[in-house]
C-alpha cells in the first residue's frame, strides 16, 4: 500500500511541475504584449485629439454640463 501512495503522489508531482513549466508567458510575450498596448495607446491618443473627435468630445461635455437637474 505504500508504495502505491508514493507512486500516486509521485505522479501528482509530476503533473504540477509540468503545469508550473507552461503557466504564463514568457518575457518577449510580455515585450511584444506592450508593444502593441502602447501602439494601441498612441493611435487612441491621435484619434481623440484630432480636430474632429475633440470638438464632438468638448460639445458632449458641455452638453452634459448645461443640463438642468
Known sequence: ???AVRARLGALVCK??????DAGMVTSEYAMG????V???VVLYKVVNSGP?????RNI???ALDGRM
Open 39 to 41: 501602439a494601441f495607446a
Open 53 to 57: 473627435v475633440s470638438t464632438a468630445l
Open 61 to 63: 461635455v458641455q452638453q
Open 1 to 3: 500500500m505504500y508504495q
Open 16 to 21: 504540477l511541475r509540468a503545469a508550473r513549466r
Open 34 to 37: 506592450i508593444v502593441a498596448a
